[in-house]
């Protein structure tokens, strides 16, 4: 009985034993973001959402039309977690004037190229279900240089924008993850930059929600 005891002890360590290290073996073998690289390059692909420059009476507004937007983030690490970026991106959209009952009015064309710099802080990375990723914030400031056509007529306009964002990156390779980040850009719209016109505007938040392929060397 008490050998029978003792069999059965061993044999649950054992299968214990097992089953810890094919545990750890799984996540050993798992990709991961601990690459100790310098530098980050990230292409990335996404969809903008522009707040209005401004609102006027009676539910009228003005501003962008929701668009996809494309661009590419680099950066250079300073410490385990914190990391200088710089960012350029471009996006393509109509003008819209918004009025009651007849919706929004297209009054001319939009093509806005984005570009900032920042810091980015890392949360230290976590594994789950044999994925490893790391979670980060970013705060920055830069311009969006805004270019405006309508028929022969076209203008120029760039305004400063601070920003701030969140995201994570998911490790898929050696060196190589899948960068998913959403980013509030905040400034407001120089009218008179662009018009001529000294009318004040809003305070606008322009989100931006992006995937991309990060790359580490």
Known sequence: MRLH??????????????????????????PTLQ???VFD???????????????GPFGTSLGNAPSPVYG???????????????????????????????????VAKS????????L??????MTMSGTSFKPFIQAGAGAFRYDI??????????????????????AIGKNMGVRLMAKDYVG??????????DFETKTANNLAFSAGLRMSF
């Open 149 to 170: 056509s309508q028929s022969f007529l076209e203008t120029t306009a760039t305004n400063f924008a601070a920003n701030i964002g969140v995201g994570a990156d998911v």
């Open 41 to 55: 390059f990230t292409p990335y692909v996404g969809y903008m959402v522009f707040d209005s420059y401004m609102d």
């Open 72 to 106: 590419v983030q680099l950066g250079m690490r300073l410490a385990p977690n914190i990391s200088i970026v710089g960012n350029v991106a471009a996006s393509s959209s109509d003008i819209k004037a918004g009025i009651p009952i007849l919706g929004g009015l297209t």
């Open 120 to 125: 980015q802080l890392d949360v230290p990375e």
């Open 35 to 37: 690459s100790g690289k």
């Open 5 to 30: 005891s003792y069999f059965l002890v061993a044999l649950r360590s054992a299968v214990a034993v097992t089953t810890l290290a094919t545990v750890a073996h799984a996540q050993s073998r798992a």
């Open 111 to 118: 093509n806005t190229l984005i570009y900032d710099a920042g």
């Open 188 to 197: 407001k719209f120089d009218f008179k930059d662009a018009t001529f016109i």
